[in-house]
Structures are given as C-alpha cells and as structure tokens.
C-alpha cells in the first residue's frame, strides 16, 4: 500500500499568530529596579523575551537617586516609612514621565515569595509583606487626584506572584498579562520555564564568579569582605555603595546570597557539626534561627553562619534600611554569630537617604584600617579550626563552580532549588 506524504504535515506553525508577534515585539514594558525586583529580575527578562517581547523593549528604571526621587516622585510619596519602599515613587515616575520613548505597560510584580537555595531546610522562603504591598501603596500616589497611567497611555499591572511556589506562578501572571498580550496558558507556562532557567543560570554564573574570587584569596592568603544585606542594597542608592568603595581599596567583596554551593565546600565547612547530629544539613540553620519564614531573612542568617567559618572572609559589612522591621530581631543574632569567630563585624544600620556621605566615608577608612591590621591573624586562626586540607587546594581560577557541574550532570534544565522544592513537597 502507497501511503501519500504531505508536506503540511511538517510545516511548523507559529505559536503566536505573526500580527500578534509583531505587536509583542513593540511593546515596550517598564519595571522599577526596586526591592525584590534586584533579585529576581532575571525571571521577568526570560519570561517576557520567551513571550516575543524584544529585549530592547525592557526598560528598568535607573539606580535609586535623589535626583530621582525629587524630579519624578515628588508629591506621590506614600505613608509607607520603610525606605526602600518611599523610594519607589521615584521609579515609578522616571518609567511614566521619564523616557524618550514612551513605555506601553509598567510591570510590578507583587513577589509574596522567593526562590531560595536554603529549599526545605526553613519554615517558608517568604518576601517581606512592605515588599509585596508596595506596588499597591506606591500605585496610590499616581492614582491619586487623576489616573496617571491611564492619562499616560500606560497600562498598569501588578500581580501578585509567589515566585517561591512555582506550580503557581503561570495563573496570575496569566490572568494579568492576558490584558495586554493575547496569550494561551500553556505558551505561558513555557515562558514561566524560561524565566526560571534565566534566574539559574544567572545565579551559577555568580556563584562561579564567586568561587574563582575564594580560589584566589586561598591560593594568595588574601582576606575578603561578606555583605549581608538584602538584594536591594546593592542598589547605590540604598546601600550607599560602602561595598564598591572598600573594593576599590583592593578587597573583593562577596555576597551571602551568591556563595559558591560546593559540596566539598559545604563539608569542609559544616561536616564535623551535621556528622555530630547538631545540624541537618549545610543550609540548616534552625541551630541559631527558628523563625525562618522570610527568604531574605534566612539567607542572611545562613551568610552570618558561613562568613564565621569561611577563613578568607575577614570581615563582614551588615546594611540594614531604615524602619526596617524584619531586621531588627536579627541584628544581634547575626553579629553575635560572625564575632564568635573572631571575624571583622561592621553595621551601617538604619540606612536612608539623609546619610551624611564624609561619615561614611570616615566608617569605610576604619573598616580599612581594621582589614589591614587584623585579616592575616583572622585567617590563619579560622584556618587552624577546620581540616587541614582545604576544598580550594589545586584549583584552577575558571573552573565550573560545583552548582554548574552538577547542572550538567543533571541536564534537566530546570533551576537546582525546583529540585528541593519538589523534594519537600
Ligand atoms: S525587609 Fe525591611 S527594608 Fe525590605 S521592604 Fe521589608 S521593611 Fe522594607
């Protein structure tokens, strides 16, 4: 029997009709560059390039500013006193009234919870509730007397996204963004995969960075500086840029949520106490923290714990905004932690944007004096409390970080933690 071929049958269609596709590819979509924005921004990218929009069309406002604040958010603040927050009036009117060319959509997305490596070993990998309601409160300030989106031809959304829980992340996002492109579900849910595979390869790509900058401080006996802070602080304009300017001074600077997950790393580290039954695991930390519902929170905690042990950090810098609530209960946990070991501990707390920059600047020559006099003696003692035989020993800077690897091995393409996630489920 002659079974007739036809060529349709191997015609690939477009998933999206071309009118539709080349409407996406125009679109332009604003996000404010604020709070949980910073950490996940990688997951908007890849879901909205995955959805046809041109990655040219993605606008982030700018670094947190003064200037900013004063030239689009002045009059629309909110009652709101956590600073992070106040500063999102800012943002938001440089994407209104601040571009060259107009923005068709501003997206922020209300994050309830966040990815997190630390997976089952906490409670619950929460964003802080100031964080989640701060579109809505900032939303206020533009809607106020008139509709400021709507008179600006800009469609507003904002919705409520649990990042942490990813089964649930296409629905809302569905429901909103269906408003502005004609959507199916499923093409969504492939593009909620793409943004997810971004965040992780932009999270193993700085844990890798990390990894060369410990390889190197090893093999040269060079101390190095933790940050633990929010992701937001390494915004300038809230952190100040204390960081960048002990960097310039020579001393690389790494932070809690982007340390390299080795394995071997972890076990040199942690070993002696999990074979000992006083922790679970590498990411536990119910030893010194039980409350651990919010994601920031816990990966703080969990940087204090690893900055103690980590012989080439030196000295840890803790930045903490003003009226920042969920901080408070940990500023002393977390310092008592750190100087345990011996290990450099300096807090910038309550910081706005009134910080006088010489008294800060004063802060940071004490911080160099500390790390020039102290950091040889710091190293060698934390050095002396662990195995002799450190998992950096003959590594080559450029090697694959342990978390890549292991991505290979596992070939999945899906984000490492979706792994824990699914584990503890
Ligand atoms: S964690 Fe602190 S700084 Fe961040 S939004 Fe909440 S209250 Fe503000």
Redesign the pocket.
Known sequence: MKLSTRLSWYRTRPSVPPAEAARRAQLRIGIPKV?SVWGTHQFWIGLLTALGVAPRNIVFSSDTSEQQARRWGLGRGTVES????KCASGHYGELLFGQRQKIDVLLHPMISSLPSFLGPHVKAALA?P??VA?AECVRAGFQRERDLFAEHGVAYLHPLVPLGEPDLVAQPLYEDLRSVLALQRTELETAVAAGYRALDDFAARLRGAAREVLVECARNMRPCVMVLA?PYHMDPGLGHGIETELQAHGYPVLWAQHLPLDPALLDWLFGDEIRRGEIRGPFDIADVWLSSYSA?TNEIVWGAKVAARLPWISCVLRLS?Y?????QPTLTPVQRIVEASGTLYFRFGDLDATKPAGALKLRTETILHYLERQSQGIIRRKLASLAPRHPFEGAAAGHDSGEVASRRRHGNGRPAWLGAQARRE
């Open positions: 709070l956590c600073h992070p927050v802080c100031r964080d701060a929010r920031n905004s009226e920042c609530g969920l901080d």
